[in-house]
């Protein structure tokens, strides 16, 4: 079955609905990522700006991180299929990390070692094992482009680097410094980029 994609005299375009639902989620997911693309950016420039611990910054961290799973939610949905078990691994890694790492953010805000030992190190170990395996996944299932999975396998990586190459202005501490958001903020705007071109092939 398929539906006309315009209401409009008769163009001879239709569309099947299964890519109108493909389009809406690309077009949600490309959305939520400019927008965690935007927080990071804004709070790693913050960061450099004003290069001291500034442990509010902890509590803001949680808004692009935030935003950052909800877009993996919608990459997954775009791209997610029967045979691509490796992506699909790699997605419910990401996803249990990211609800690790935010119990551990509310130990670190609220001053409880124990429950903060769930940011780090477990959460962020599993963070970047998830992603990396979300990227090749992404790469193996060729419903976006590649930069896509790319940008994905080297996000964490691409963070920690970027950080030790900002530490001579961006000096590291143990919290309060988000001076490589800037690196995850591109990330996340290569990964809109991707599900953007989603729409333009639907």
Same mark, same amino acid.
């Given at each position: ?147 896509? =999975? ?5 996000? @964490?990586? #691409?963070?920690? $680097?970027?950080?030790? !190459? %900002?530490?001579?202005? *961006?000096? &590291?501490?143990?919290? =309060? ?5 800037? @690196?995850? #903020?591109?990330? $996340?705007?290569?990964? !809109? %980029?991707?599900?953007? *071109?989603? &729409?333009?092939?639907?």
């Amino acid at each position: 079955m398929i539906t006309k994609t315009t209401s409009g005299p008769d163009t001879g375009h239709y569309a099947r609905p299964a890519d109108a639902s493909l389009s809406a989620l690309a077009a949600a997911g490309s959305r939520f990522a400019f927008c965690a693309a935007a927080c990071w950016i804004a709070l790693g420039v913050e960061s450099i700006v004003r290069p001291r611990q500034e442990n509010y910054r902890d509590l803001f961290w949680m808004i692009p991180f935030g935003l950052t799973p909800v877009t993996f939610l919608y990459t997954h949905a775009v791209q997610r299929s029967q045979s691509a078990r490796a992506e699909q691994v790699g997605f419910y890694l990401v996803m249990t990390a990211s609800t690790l790492a935010s119990l551990g953010n509310v130990g670190l805000l609220a001053g409880q070692p124990i429950l903060a030992a769930f940011g780090f190190p477990w959460g962020a170990l599993l963070w970047m094992v998830g992603l990396i395996a979300f990227g090749i996944g992404t790469l193996k299932a060729k419903a976006l482009p590649r930069y896509v =999975g790319v940008a994905l396998i080297l996000l @964490e990586p #691409g963070s920690i $680097l970027t950080g030790l !190459a %900002l530490s001579p202005i *961006s000096l &590291l501490h143990d919290r =309060g410094a988000c001076s490589a958001g800037v @690196e995850k #903020g591109l990330a $996340l705007i290569f990964i !809109a %980029l991707g599900l953007r *071109s989603q &729409l333009r092939r639907s």
